[in-house]
């Protein structure tokens, strides 16, 4: 199953979707702001294709539904609609665009932001002075986004930053380090610290526990554990005093433990890329994938590599590619992984084994595998256009057994 595309034409600096609304960063550092919704169903009118109304609305304004809610029975009919839409060029440029323009305003931070992350209606974006913030205000009759460029945090270069549910950042500082911001006051101890100083290129979360991959060294799973019983605090042998005093104030008490390098995790020696995202971590060896699953059942902060891991699958691919890697994801959908020349999405339709090869020279590319509504999507950034790629295989896929990408899990409501 290949994916839906739609491409904006245009030179832009970067792309975020976040509750309705698509927000596009130029190099003339102007943040300009669109009603997504709306821009899709101009799309629908424009092509004609009302009867594919609900396929598109799945696989650009809400997936998450069809993980939910959607019947058994009329999944196929679905499916169909998406291959006939996957066929489909879909292109707006600028003008198409300006029709639903809800905001443009100068860039809110004082430079371009090396990377953005939004969480709880605040937009996070670090640059080469460290990590800036800026307030979305939603109210419907006086949208706005609100800055005073003041700095939250300036220890070096942010160079990429993720957000956790939490309310946890993991700031990758290049060889300065690994980060971890603590946002409101809901955590004892204090907001900032670092997790370790060795090289972070990119970071992502296996639940609680921060994964950091590097190109310059061995990536590596920082372990934390939640303190939340008498018997953690004994074996741990912390001071109960302390930990009674944050349960008290209702706050949460995260112990960092362990850090366990890719060579532990693995057991390879030399140096290529590993990264992690929920329950799945793998590593990059040119013409294969090896994956295993993350056990966090059984991860604790004294856990050792064997303890928090599961065998060791070969996912082999079809093509040897023989760049160096830069960068990498994991989503519901499957794993990305950015070469010098492309973007690879490597994914499983049914019991097969696809790759989706992009080949550009890629500026920017963004996922979003925590948001309630776009976890099928992902951003693509190149000189001339942004490309906006929907990927559905996943809800059809068997969630317990694939090797791709991340196990959804349906909510207890």
């Known amino acids: 199953m290949q994916p839906v595309v739609l491409t904006i034409c245009g030179d832009y600096w970067d792309s975020f ?21 709306e821009l899709i169903d101009y799309l629908i009118m424009r092509y004609s294709l009302e009867q594919y109304r609900e396929a598109i609305d799945f696989s650009f304004k809400d997936g998450r539904i069809y993980y939910e809610k959607y019947p058994e029975d009329k999944r196929p009919y679905l499916k169909d609609q998406i291959i006939y839409l996957s066929q489909f060029a879909f292109e707006l440029n600028r003008d198409d665009l300006a029709n639903f323009q809800c905001l443009s305003i100068s860039n809110p931070f004082p430079e371009l932001a090396t990377d953005i ?3 709880n209606d605040v937009i996070y974006g670090g640059t080469d002075d460290g990590l800036f913030e800026a307030l979305i205000d939603q109210n419907p009759f006086n949208f706005k986004v609100i800055s005073n460029k003041q700095k939250i945090w300036g220890e070096t270069e942010v160079v990429r930053l993720k957000a956790n549910y939490g309310g946890r950042l ?16 809901k955590y004892f101890g204090p907001n900032s610290f670092q997790v370790s100083n060795k ?18 060294g061995l990536s590596f799973l ?12 004994e074996k741990r042998q912390l001071n109960l005093d302390l930990i009674k005093s944050a349960w008290d104030k209702k706050e949460t008490f995260l112990e960092m433990g362990n850090v366990l390098s890719q060579k532990d995790l693995f057991n390879v020696n030399g140096h290529t890329m590993s990264w992690g995202n929920g329950n799945k971590i793998y590593l990059w060896d040119k013409n294969k994938v090896l994956k295993t699953d993350f056990l966090q059942y059984k991860a604790h902060a004294d856990s050792s590599s064997n303890d928090v891991i599961d065998k060791i699958e070969v996912i082999n691919l079809k093509s040897n590619y023989a ?35 992009l ?16 976890e099928n999507q992902v951003h693509v950034v190149s000189e001339k256009s942004i490309k906006i ?4 295989n996943d809800y059809f896929n068997d969630q317990k057994n694939k090797r791709l990408g991340m196990r959804f899990f349906k909510s207890s409501k």
Do not use: C
């Open 17 to 37: 979707i976040y509750k309705g609304r698509l927000y596009l960063w130029g190099y003339n550092e102007e943040l300009t702001i669109y009603n997504w919704d």
């Open 117 to 119: 992350e939004v969480f």
């Open 170 to 185: 993991a700031l990758s500082t290049g060889p300065d380090g690994l980060f971890e911001l603590r946002l409101g006051d």
């Open 359 to 374: 080949k550009l020279e890629v500026t920017k590319w963004r996922a979003f595998p925590r948001s309630v509504k776009y």
């Open 199 to 216: 090289h972070s290129s990119f970071a992502d979360w296996n639940y609680s526990n921060i994964y950091s991959s590097s190109d310059d």
């Open 222 to 233: 920082a372990l934390f554990e939640k303190i939340d019983t008498v018997e953690k605090v």
């Open 323 to 357: 760049q160096e890697i830069i960068s990498a994801g994991v989503t519901y959908f499957g794993i990305l992984v950015e070469l010098e020349d492309r973007l690879l999405i490597i994914y499983e339709s049914g019991k097969e084994t696809m790759t989706y090869d």
């Open 389 to 392: 790629l929907s990927f559905n």
